[in-house]
Nanobody, 123 residues
Framework: DVQLQASGGGLVRPGESLRLSCATSGSSSFHEWAIAWFRQAPGKERYGIAC????????IHDDSVKGRFTISGDAAKDTVYLQMNSVIPEDTAVYYCAADYECTGYGRGMAYWGKGTQVTVSS
């Protein structure tokens, strides 16, 4: 199995950047996992925005964040990142990282979840 811990959230102004981290631990190798980032805005359902397959080295980004957010992984640190650039108020949400064996269909849900980290975009 795998345990996940998201961090790096906070208050940021529109147009600025923020990097979220998802530290993984557990009995399985980092390369076995596909890690995804989801977010849940106030009053809305949780929504998948990016996924990285650490075995295949492939990434997926939802259209809502494509060109602004980038998911990446560091196997040496067992950590996946979400680089958030040019943030807008609509990016305000609780951000979660989650894990499963592949990214296919990640938006429908993942097997393992970490606790969320709050990101607030406001001037």
């Amino acid at each position: 199995d795998v345990q996940l811990q998201a961090s790096g959230g906070g208050l940021v102004r529109p147009g600025e950047s923020l990097r979220l981290s998802c530290a993984t631990s557990g009995s399985s190798s980092f390369h076995e996992w596909a890690i995804a980032w989801f977010r849940q805005a106030p009053g809305k359902e949780r929504y998948g925005i990016a996924c990285i397959d650490n075995n295949k080295g492939t990434t997926i980004h939802d259209d809502s964040v494509k060109g602004r957010f980038t998911i990446s992984g560091d196997a040496a640190k067992d950590t996946v990142y979400l680089q958030m650039n040019s943030v807008i108020p609509e990016d305000t949400a609780v951000y979660y990282c989650a894990a499963d064996y592949e990214c296919t269909g990640y938006g429908r849900g993942m097997a393992y979840w970490g606790k969320g980290t709050q990101v607030t975009v406001s001037s």
